[in-house]
């Protein structure tokens, strides 16, 4: 917890092991995510002290609407209140514990609890009380709402339930200011999918931390990925949080496989003006090709926020992890948003989120392209709802099929005696980085302050 910022790029991540890289092998036993005991031991010491990204500040634009957002054993409600600002509270009525909201979602001029109606204005406070004579003399005066710390940042609120926490900014540290770069308040969402998975909440995690298995998993993306750790970017930071920088807009050049451009590509290349046939025989020249031509053309087309990114930002894909729970694959033209939450009392279960924003470029008309190996399209402005889906009765996208199809497998073989706890390559050291922020938050470190 107490390490400062590091970065592995390419080369220092190759097979070859020097000593230091032998000092810092660790396995990842099986009752890291099967045991009850450790989950209970994240809970009290891990979520309950960390920054939680959980709602949408566009989903609550007046004063009075409402968003309630489930993580763990507890059920958050936050509230736009009447000087513009986001509060949260737990969602609980202080006077016999009933759940006070149980809507997703709303908008109120005060809360009343269903069981004794007692009504609560926006801000926490006791606004009535039932028979308030029958109390002693001014105790409900004194009863509030028992209110969370909450920031907002990158159009979203987030919330901490430790009431001595860092600020936001301070927890965050430099992935506040690589955030900043992309238009995330402005972006709309187009994808809204929530499941739950059989598997550990870390299983998703550990799988979006590292690209090592990419080529095998997911085959169709090496023809406009590139997926070979040593052109990949690895960079870990403090409390947990850590970014992969994958090159996109070029195969894989893996052996070398690819003489021409790729279908995906094709599709990329047609849209900014380039011809395929211009790059036969050198595939790996579309990257750069692309980046030029959105620099010269994105402006006028309405891509204003192009101008504030770096080349490798127009093209690639940057993998931020926003420990504890926050996987983001964010590119030039959207975020794909990905967030496990634990189950209330099944460490083998975890609620999983599939979500997906685009940006909204003044002017532009053509569909939205939602991530995925086949090209599935939403029409620009629409209102997609948010989906509660029982998994397996419905495709999360094919390369999100994929990964849970892992994960799922995965679950099932920590169980297994046979499991000996594994062992990590150089190229999966975010993968290190969160387990190891983990264990520092059941031993009892504070996060550090930038």
């Not at 004794?116 to 926006?122: D, N």
């Not at 710390?149 to 901490?160: D, I, L, P, R």
């Not at 490798?312 to 983001?328: C, K, V």
């Amino acid at each position: 917890m107490n390490s400062t910022t590091k970065t592995t790029t390419g080369n220092a991540a190759k097979g070859a092991r020097s000593d230091e890289n032998l000092n810092q092998l660790r396995l990842l036993p099986g009752r890291r995510y099967t045991s009850s005991e450790f989950a209970a031991a994240e809970w009290e010491q891990m979520w309950t002290k960390a920054w939680l990204l959980l709602g949408r500040e566009s989903e609550m634009p007046e004063p009075g609407d409402y968003q309630v957002e489930e993580i763990g054993l507890e059920s958050i409600l936050m509230v736009r209140q009447k000087d513009g600002g986001v509060r949260a509270f737990y969602n609980v009525c202080q006077h016999r514990g009933n759940r006070l909201v149980g809507a997703e979602c709303g908008g109120v001029d005060h809360f009343v609890c269903a069981y004794h109606g007692w009504k609560w204005g926006l801000d926490g406070g006791l606004e009535w009380v039932k028979d308030a004579e029958d109390f002693p003399a001014d105790t409900c005066q004194k009863v509030r709402l028992a209110e969370i710390k909450c920031e907002t940042f990158a159009g979203f609120v987030w919330v901490n339930m430790d009431p001595d926490c860092c600020s936001l900014r301070e927890y965050l540290g430099p992935v506040w200011d690589l955030l900043q770069a992309f238009p995330l308040p402005d972006m709309r969402r187009y994808m809204a999918l929530t499941t739950r998975v059989p598997c550990n909440w870390k299983c998703v995690h550990d799988n979006f931390n590292e690209s090592y298995h990419v080529g095998v998993l997911h085959p169709q993306s090496s023809g406009h990925i590139d997926d070979n750790y040593k052109d990949t970017g690895f960079f870990t930071y403090n409390n947990g949080h850590s970014l992969m920088k994958m090159k996109s807009g070029r195969p894989a050049r893996r052996g070398d496989k690819w003489s021409e451009p790729t279908p995906m590509l094709e599709t990329l290349m047609h849209m900014w003006e380039l011809n395929p046939d211009d790059f036969k025989g050198r595939p790996a020249a579309v990257r750069e090709a692309l980046q030029q031509q959105k620099r010269k053309l994105g402006p006028s087309r309405g891509y204003k926020h192009y101008e504030q990114l770096s080349d490798e930002q127009l093209t690639d894909f940057m993998h931020f992890f926003i420990f504890p729970n926050i996987s983001a694959s964010i590119t030039a033209d959207g975020c794909h948003f990905l967030r496990a939450r634990p189950s209330r009392n099944d460490p083998g279960q975890c609620v999983f989120d599939n979500w997906f924003y685009a940006t909204e470029p003044e002017g532009v008309t053509t569909p939205v392209v939602l991530p995925g190996a086949i090209v599935t399209t939403v029409p620009r402005g629409t209102d997609v709802p948010h989906e509660f889906i029982e998994y397996g009765s419905r495709s999360l996208g094919l390369g999100i099929d994929q990964d849970m199809s892992a994960n799922i497998g995965q679950q099932l073989g920590f169980q297994s005696r046979g499991y000996k706890g594994g062992l990590l390559a150089g190229q999966e050291n975010r993968v290190r980085h969160f387990h190891d922020t983990i264990d520092g938050y059941i031993a009892g470190h504070k996060p550090v302050r930038a």
